[in-house]
């Protein structure tokens, strides 16, 4: 009785600074696909089914001001998917759990997911100013706990942004192979000026440097006649994750070390990204830059309007300032927001969420 009165009462008091979605069509599986317990995750104790490995796991961060591009990175995804039935979302929100899971069952009531929460305690006193205010809010860290927040079982999961869409399938994407030193596979930018990211404090430090002078994996080297791998930029939107080495390491803690660093020396600028850097460049598995069409938003201040680059495009990614929403919203698109705009679920007699406190990176 209590669930029912907050669900018909209490949610839509909540939900009054939200958007509206309509729901999205029932995408199904064909007969190509694996036999999965198509039966929707109806509680957090449903291991079995959270455990599938016959599924594509997927983790994403739900935040307020950023649920219209959630909804259109699912619905592309869906879409495009050979197996949708197959794909098992996990969100992780830092508040506002139990209205986030009706909002997102109302809008795909069809969906496999889960909705965790993430203890943005952990990183508040971690956190060191950036370039851009939305880079500091807590759930643009959430990445680096999903080994910690996720069940054991889950061994492999995909990390995608809130403001992408997906136009391939994603099972492609899954089917990356890892090598065995590999914690994460990512697009990388090699021709990108990689040492724009650090400050000239941490430049100047051989201690810091050192960290990318190791060679990428022994084998590799032996075949590449002892060549070290150059340290390349990778966007931390869209990796491929082993949840099981990321355990084993435990990468949480080192990016943890990481950020108290920052907080004593200022060795980089650009919020949750450059930890990663530190630790993963030259030990990232390579994958397809059409993988992540990054960028799209424009820079971190301005966000000026992007071209696409050249090449196939399997995911578009408004990394940056501008988001295609706001923009079209306002009415003053860039040409590559309306790629966006045939995915966006929300109905337009609706509010508009603010982007003042929109995170993605």
């Not at 009462?9 to 029932?26: D, H, I, M, T, V």
């Not at 943005?120 to 205010?133: A, H, N, Q, T």
Request: one cysteine or more; charged letters at 20%; a positive charge.
């Amino acid at each position: 009785l209590v669930f029912f009165f907050f669900f018909f009462f209490g949610f839509g008091k909540l939900q009054k600074n939200w958007p509206s979605f309509r729901e999205a069509p029932a995408f199904r599986n064909g007969n190509q696909c694996p036999y999965v317990n198509r039966t929707r995750i109806v509680s957090d104790t449903d291991q079995q089914r959270m455990c599938d490995s016959s599924s594509v796991h997927i983790a994403m961060t739900l935040d307020v001001a950023y649920l219209r591009g959630s909804m259109a990175a699912v619905f592309s995804i869906l879409k495009h998917s050979s197996c949708p039935e197959n794909v098992i979302f996990h969100f992780v929100a830092g508040d506002r759990d139990v209205e986030l899971r009706s909002l997102i069952f109302s809008t795909f009531p069809f969906l496999r997911f889960k909705v965790y929460h993430f203890d943005e305690e952990l990183v508040k006193s971690r956190i060191s100013p950036s370039v851009r205010l939305a880079l500091e809010h807590p759930l643009n860290y959430a990445r680096s706990y999903l080994a910690d927040i996720l069940e054991p079982c889950v061994e492999r999961v995909i990390y995608l942004d809130s403001d992408l869409i997906v136009v391939d399938d994603i099972v492609k994407l899954w089917g990356t192979r890892l090598g065995s030193g590999s914690a994460i596979g990512a697009p990388e930018y090699c021709h990108t000026n990689f040492t724009k990211y650090f400050t000239d404090s941490f430049w100047n430090n051989k201690a810091f440097t050192k960290v990318f002078d190791h060679g990428r994996k022994q084998q590799q080297q032996q075949q590449q006649q002892q060549k070290k791998s150059k340290p390349c930029y990778f966007n931390t939107g869209v990796m491929v994750m082993n949840l099981v080495k990321w355990r084993e390491q435990n990468y949480r803690s080192k990016i943890e070390s990481w950020m108290e660093r920052q907080k004593e020396s200022r060795i980089y600028e650009l919020g949750s990204l450059p930890p990663f850097l530190l630790l993963f460049a030259g030990d990232v598995e390579p994958i397809d830059h059409r993988w992540n069409q990054h960028g799209l938003g424009g820079d971190n201040l301005e966000g000026r309007c992007r071209a696409l680059h050249p090449g196939p495009v399997s995911l578009l990614h408004w990394s940056g300032k501008g988001k295609p929403w706001i923009r079209l919203d306002a009415r003053k698109p860039c040409p590559v927001d309306h790629l966006w705009a045939p995915y966006d679920l929300v109905l337009q007699s609706s509010t508009s969420v603010s982007s003042s406190s929109s995170y993605a990176s």
